[in-house]
């Protein structure tokens, strides 16, 4: 079996977290050899009692295959962060999902992507300005992620639709769940023309420590974060602190005062949050991300720049491009290159001199780094 059907395994075995995996994966246990591991081979890498008798138990090939059919006759499909159309802006994340389970196209991961998040009870001027916005930003070509949540969320996924940039929902739970559920035939239009996302497996239900959990992931896929509505413990804030973490735009739409609806919308601008009053105000950020086309065809085709026919033409490597990705988002110093990329200073110093060779990169003065 490839080393992505082990990862799909793990995930698939209620219990097993990230940091689980990722123990698994630093010992080296994503190999055949994880069959014939008993429990003590399991404890021995740090896994507790209970972990550690449940992959001895439960993680075998049959049990890789059983789940497998099981995705797929429930038609859903899955993507590893070893595939080469993993997002690569999520895998930049402290922590990547290992997998992400999807219904719909995966094309929509290539495009310049734009998180839109706020309260579930909108007030009518929040209404009406998210579904403006996610409308305008959609029909500019960019594609609006969001969480599939009642009140703001399911506002700009039905916005969008109709755009040339489409949808991507980012939901917390199973695929075969849909939550909540007066959103199913919303889950239904957006799998048929977008794309819906999850990093829990079939028959995961809703549960309130995940929703932070699929924050990230909505947070993680986009350029940037417009906050449209929030209240001061919206959950909505904590989708624009992994923006911030990522190191990603954070936008917000400001509101009246005396709404607690605006308050958290109100911080975050206090915080240096880009401040939107129309649609224009988001895309002057990203004009460099949007590709003209030829007179009739719009932006609906746009990709980021750094796009596979620009990759090819460069001939990168995998970790090249990964670098040179990044470098869209800068310049950055070599600090925050470090930070980032989370490579050795060696590494690092070595993929962005073959960059800089194959004149993808230069260097400015302060060891600061930008695309040419």
Known sequence: METR????????????????IDKIRRAGFLTEKAFSCCKQDWEKIGLGDKMSTLLAETFTRDWISARHFLMKESGIAMITVLDPDYPSLLQETAQPPWVLYY??????????????????IPTAYGRKVGGMLAEALSAAGLTVVSGLARGIDSICHEAALGGRGGTIAVVATGLDKVYPPENRELERQIAATGLVLSEYAIGTPSHPGLFPQRNR???????????????????????ADSAMEAGRDVFAVPGPITSPKSRGA??????????????????????????????GQGLGDAKPLGSEDMLTEKKLTREE???????????FSLDELLERTRWDFGHLHSVLLSLIIKKAVSQLPGAIYKVI
Request: net charge negative; no cysteine.
């Open 5 to 20: 059907d082990l990862l799909f395994g793990l995930q698939e075995i209620q219990g097993i977290g990230w940091k689980s």
């Open 217 to 239: 992931i909505i947070a993680g896929l986009a350029l940037g974060t417009v906050v449209v509505e929030a209240d001061s413990r919206s959950g909505s804030l904590i989708t």
């Open 103 to 120: 219904r719909g196209s995966l094309e929509l991961l290539s495009r310049p992507t734009i998180a839109m998040v706020g309260t579930r």
């Open 266 to 295: 109100l911080e975050l601008i206090k915080q240096g949050a880009k401040l939107v009053t129309g649609s224009e105000d988001i895309l002057e950020e990203y004009r460099s991300f949007l590709q003209q086309t030829s007179a």
């Open 321 to 331: 491009s990964r670098l040179y990705h990044i470098l869209h988002q800068g310049p």
